[in-house]
């Protein structure tokens, strides 16, 4: 079983920046990828970024390029995401994501842990 805790969402103006944080803890090789997702209101839920743990390989939707910066910290397994120049698009509820499989998939069904979400709102 892993367990992960979200923080660090809020409301903040465009142009504006936001740092989340994943506490993972639980089985190590069960979280092999981590990742962020995000749910707007009424939409599906997308891929934001993900890192692979063991090197640190990243990956980001072509939506958060230059702006988002998906991060890991081994000592206090924990993620984190970046997020700079936010635009109210942003908006949504962001959850961190683990699986077992060495490259972090893109698509939230196959995932098998998730946090329980933060609400990042960004105002114009």
């Known amino acids: 079983q892993v367990q992960l805790v979200e923080s660090g969402g809020g409301l903040v103006q465009a142009g504006g920046s936001l740092r989340l944080s994943c506490a993972a803890s639980?089985?190590?090789?069960?979280?092999?990828?981590m990742a962020w997702f995000r749910q707007a209101p009424g939409k599906e839920r997308d891929f934001v970024a993900g890192?692979?743990?063991?090197?640190?390989?990243?990956y980001y939707a072509d939506s958060v390029k230059g702006r988002f910066t998906i991060s890991r910290d081994n000592a206090k397994n924990t993620v984190y995401l970046q997020m700079n120049s936010l635009k109210p698009e942003d908006t949504a509820v962001y959850y961190c994501?683990?699986?077992?499989?060495?490259?972090?998939?893109?698509?939230?069904?196959?995932?098998?842990?998730w946090g329980q979400g933060t609400q990042v709102t960004v105002s114009s």
């Open positions: 994501a683990a699986d077992r499989t060495l490259y972090p998939p893109a698509i939230d069904s196959a995932y098998d842990y």
């Open positions: 639980g089985r190590t090789l069960s979280r092999n990828s």
């Open positions: 890192i692979r743990w063991s090197d640190g390989s990243t």
